[in-house]
């Protein structure tokens, strides 16, 4: 499964999910939303106000949620 992290340069939140998803070993992409406006777009289309985005398969969720990324490990396993 593919997962997606949307993210700001300066985003407290996005890197604390970054350790996260590295401690439980998980790959993931790194989409900076300042850099790539049309990204933007596409996360309030999906009904997001608030970084980091993940998006993992048909899931989606905004912030910081280890209980989140913790299920995208038993999920991958």
Same mark, same amino acid.
């Given at each position: 499964? +593919? =997962?997606t $992290?949307? @993210?700001?340069? @300066?985003? $407290?939140?996005?890197? !604390?999910?970054?350790?996260?998803?590295?401690? /439980?070993?998980? @790959?993931?992409? $790194? =989409?900076?939303?300042?850099?790539?406006?049309? !990204?933007?777009?596409? /996360? $309030?289309?999906?009904?997001h106000?608030? /970084?980091?985005?993940? =998006? !993992?398969?048909? +899931?989606?969720w @905004?912030?910081?949620?280890?209980?989140? =990324?913790?299920?995208?490990?038993? +999920?991958? +396993?």
């Amino acid at each position: 499964m +593919a =997962i997606t $992290v949307y @993210s700001a340069a @300066s985003c $407290v939140q996005c890197t !604390a999910t970054y350790r996260e998803m590295e401690k /439980l070993g998980l @790959s993931y992409t $790194v =989409i900076n939303v300042d850099e790539t406006p049309k !990204a933007r777009d596409k /996360l $309030v289309q999906l009904g997001h106000r608030q /970084l980091p985005v993940v =998006i !993992a398969g048909e +899931a989606h969720w @905004s912030g910081f949620r280890p209980d989140r =990324i913790r299920e995208l490990t038993a +999920a991958t +396993a």
